[in-house]
């Protein structure tokens, strides 16, 4: 099966640094580059969605306070054609609890002065999250919404949803057992990689993106369960 988080076989991941903080944006950019990532910079969020739109880049590492548009209007924006992995970097924790709430849809936070090694061993054990084992060709069907592991495609009604590459992959974790009830912990454990350290409260706000896209409630939904004092499981639609 090949890896659908990783680019290209043999690519090298491409990340783009948006920092306008020449220090910081230069630390950054040396560590993924040793780490044999292809990088970019840049200190412009608008100038940040040309080049996001031109090189498509895997990872974007997104400051929030930037000239131009701030980092929350950088990620709504790219969030309109990109699935890049989105680590966004913060000046003060409590401004994470804001994110979240906001709902900008990054897949991670780091909050300044971080380690810039966590922040390069949190990207890679993303691109190596592990894939959901099952056989291939195997569409799952609940209702009316299909969900193709292989192609990572997923229709409802026949018509073809876009999600981002988290959203998916939370998506295709819960549709591979759907009998089975997953925790916050364990979906984390499963979709970003065990040992992850990631605020379960993330999972809450990628399950309410995907419930959206399929028009589910959250007061009674349809597809993605909530089984209260657990977590989350497929619904039969
Ligand atoms: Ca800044």
């Not at 849809?105 to 190596?128: C, H, W």
Request: glycine residues 8%; charged residues 30%.
């Amino acid at each position: 099966m090949t890896d659908a988080a990783a680019p290209r076989s043999g690519a090298r991941v491409r990340a783009l640094v948006v920092e306008d903080e020449a220090p910081i944006r230069r630390v950054i950019v040396a560590y993924l580059t040793k780490e044999g990532f292809d990088v970019s910079e840049v200190d412009n969020g608008l100038i940040a969605i040309d080049i996001i739109e031109r090189d498509l880049p895997d990872v974007v590492v997104l400051d929030l306070m930037l000239p131009g548009i701030d980092g929350i209007e950088v990620c709504r924006q790219l969030r309109t054609f990109s699935d890049a992995y989105v680590v966004m970097l913060t000046a003060r924790a409590e401004e994470v609890d804001t994110l979240i709430g906001l709902s900008v849809g990054a897949d991670d936070y780091m909050t300044k002065p971080f380690s810039n090694r966590e922040l390069v061993a949190r990207i890679q054990a993303m691109m190596r999250r592990p894939r959901v084992s099952i056989p291939a060709g195997s569409t799952r069907e609940f209702g009316d919404l299909r969900i193709d592991p292989d192609s990572r495609e997923v229709t409802l009604d026949g018509v073809c949803l876009e999600f981002t590459r988290t959203e998916f992959d939370i998506l295709d974790v819960l549709s591979a057992q759907p009998r089975h009830v997953y925790s916050r912990e364990r979906l984390i454990d499963e979709v970003w990689g065990s040992g992850w350290i990631a605020d379960a409260r993330l999972v809450d706000v990628h399950v309410s993106h995907i419930r959206a896209k399929l028009g589910d409630a959250s007061s009674d939904p349809k597809y993605v369960l909530t089984v209260r004092g657990v977590g989350f499981r497929m619904g039969t639609g």
